[in-house]
């Protein structure tokens, strides 16, 4: 509801009254809406399926902007779900906007991050993500989601086009299937007594080891010594339950079992109570309408027959996107994947993980490019010099080392007050920081190895010139290589080796951010001249307006612009702006 104001066409179900009024005189869409019919129908396949859609030059009116739209049938939308119309929002959703993409319909952006250091592009994949703001939605811009939704049901209602209501899709889930590897279903059947569960002593029910596949039956029928049983209840001859259990149902509480894999006496024990509910939950989104499901419905059961005590198995959930190429998902049937074993050959696998993890967020499509591999290639080669080049200086300074030597670590209180030791420290911190929380809060890596790549661009403009200069230099690189060690873990790996540390990267400490070293003696002040950036200026904190105004004035890169000329006003805002206007 939040991207309303962001819709561009209306879809609508095959079987929808439209489609058939549509259909009435025009062969090509009865012929399409045929084709629809045959199509697969269940959820994973929608989201993998190519798009396929037909204009029927009917229009529908916007409830707000009264804009007309025109309607298509598509076969990704359901006649179930809903009413079988959907307004598509292309630039905030995937299946719309690889629709929009494929038949050249519009896309408008009305959600925009919250963060500022998170661009987007419509035009490369759809932006999904629930924590923006609405942008090119008057009188909405500017409200949250939740704000949002709310602000716009309201104006719906008020017009009568619309009211808030709940939608619910459950199914029955059919758990068993006709195949060997699934788990045993602890039942038989006795033809005096009917179905009886396995007797509790007899669990578990262990399926045989070699079992005849023939290709018409479950293999289970032909092993006489597991089918075969004697009815606990009557004595006389019985058969057991040869369906297994789906394997959607063992997995959907195999979380709370990995807590307790050893107890051998029962499903669960309070262990698995320590441990869950799961702190993330990552999964595609063939996982977020099934898996998610079905362990929400077995952990209630669970939670009812008192195995465990929470309402809910996990806490967190992160949807990752799909991997395109040439704009649709990758798939052999349409002949656009790419053989990793190549690129690792080439590359190595870290450089496959790092463009993977630093071209797209992890929950919007990723579209692949050769170009962006060599990139990733690159910057490692820039990270493998920069350690190198650190280290060979730190052998020449030190002709008696055979090898790497880490230095100490470097404090705030010993880098005295040179502002570009100041500079490169606190640099080095802030990338910690952001790369913390990028990490470990919002899981956005792509802004987390920005903030690496910064960091290094910067280290490479950092002079070294005194002991204290190679120590920091140390730092740094030690910070770099640790933050990047779970994306790329084996170049990280010899690297740390190289910057002289015994213990491996994997068993060291994420590093820890030094709060003195955040402390800004300094302000980077932005100055214009009618509103054109001309000078950046260092300016202790808390510079008084009238003393930052001076100090801009007389700066040689400002005086360029204003000498001989009319100086009509000067905008100052403190620690941040100077804007100086000028006459011509």
């Known amino acids: 509801m939040d991207t309303l104001l962001g819709a561009t066409y209306l879809a609508i179900a095959a079987e929808h009254w439209l489609a058939q009024l549509a259909a009435e005189n ?3 869409i009865q012929d399409f809406i045929k084709l629809c019919k045959t199509a697969k129908t269940a959820e994973a396949d929608l989201a993998t399926m190519p798009k396929l859609g037909l204009d029927t030059g009917l229009k529908a009116i916007h409830p707000l902007t009264n804009a007309e739209l025109p309607i298509w049938i598509a076969n990704y939308v359901l006649i179930e779900y809903g009413d079988g119309a959907v307004m598509a929002v292309p630039a905030h959703d995937e299946r719309d906007w690889e629709f929009a993409q494929k038949y050249h319909l519009p896309c408008k952006q009305v959600i925009k991050p919250k963060d500022l250091n998170t661009s987007i592009d419509i035009q490369q994949a759809a932006y999904c993500a629930k924590d923006g703001v609405l942008i090119n939605s008057a009188p909405y811009d500017g409200l949250d989601f939740n704000a949002a939704c709310t602000a716009i049901i ?4 008020k017009l009568g086009m619309g009211e808030a209501t709940i939608t619910y899709r459950l199914r029955d889930w059919g758990i068993s299937r006709q195949r060997y590897w699934g788990a045993p279903i602890p039942m038989l059947y006795c033809q005096h007594c009917g179905n009886l569960p396995v007797p509790e002593q007899s669990l578990p029910v262990v399926l045989p080891d070699v079992a005849e596949f023939t290709g018409h039956s479950s293999p289970l029928k032909t092993s006489a010594a597991f089918y075969n049983i004697t009815c606990p209840q009557c004595g006389e001859a019985a058969q057991r339950e040869t369906d297994t259990f789906d394997t959607f149902f063992e997995s959907s509480w195999y979380y709370a079992r990995f807590a307790c894999p050893d107890q051998t006496r029962a499903m669960l024990d309070s262990r698995a109570n320590y441990w869950a509910p799961v702190d993330q939950y990552i999964g595609g989104i063939e996982h977020a309408i099934l898996h998610l499901l079905y362990s929400r419905f077995v952990h209630k059961a669970m939670r009812d027959l008192g195995l465990v005590a929470g309402d809910e198995p996990f806490r967190n959930l992160l949807t990752q996107g799909m991997v395109l190429k040439d704009g649709y998902k990758m ?7 790419v053989d990793p074993q190549d690129l690792i050959e080439k590359y190595g696998a870290d450089t496959i993980r790092l463009f993977v993890m630093f071209t797209s967020p992890p929950d919007q499509s990723l579209e692949w490019l050769d170009a962006g591999v060599e990139g990733s290639y690159r910057f490692l080669k820039r990270l493998w010099a920069a350690v190198q080049q650190h280290v060979t200086a730190q052998v020449a300074e030190n002709p008696g080392m055979t090898g790497s030597t880490s230095t100490a670590s470097v404090h705030s209180t010993s880098v005295g007050t040179d502002p570009a030791q100041t500079a490169m420290r606190r640099k080095i911190h802030e990338t910690i920081a952001k790369v913390s929380d990028d990490m470990g809060r919002r899981h956005t890596f792509n802004t987390a190895i920005a903030a690496v790549m910064e960091l290094i661009n910067s280290l490479n403009k950092f002079s070294v010139t005194s002991s204290v200069d190679h120590q ?3 730092e740094a ?5 640790l933050l990047l060690s779970p994306i790329v873990p084996h170049i990280t790996h010899c690297l740390w080796q190289h910057l002289g540390h015994e213990t491996a990267i994997i068993d060291t400490a994420w590093p820890q951010i030094d709060t003195q070293a955040l402390v800004r003696e300094y302000n980077n002040v932005v100055v214009q001249v009618n509103g054109k950036v001309r000078a950046n200026i260092d300016v202790p904190i808390n510079t008084s307006p009238s003393e930052l105004e001076q100090t801009a004035l007389e700066h040689p890169n400002i005086q360029k612009y204003t ?8 905008i100052v805002i403190p620690n941040k702006l100077v804007n100086i206007v000028i006459g011509a």
């Open 26 to 28: 025009n062969p090509a």
């Open 154 to 157: 309201a104006d719906l209602q």
């Open 331 to 337: 798939s052999k049937s349409k002949g656009n994947t």
């Open 472 to 474: 920091i230099r140390q």
């Open 477 to 481: 690189l030690d910070a770099a290589v």
């Open 563 to 570: 000498q001989d000329k009319e100086l009509k006003k000067v």
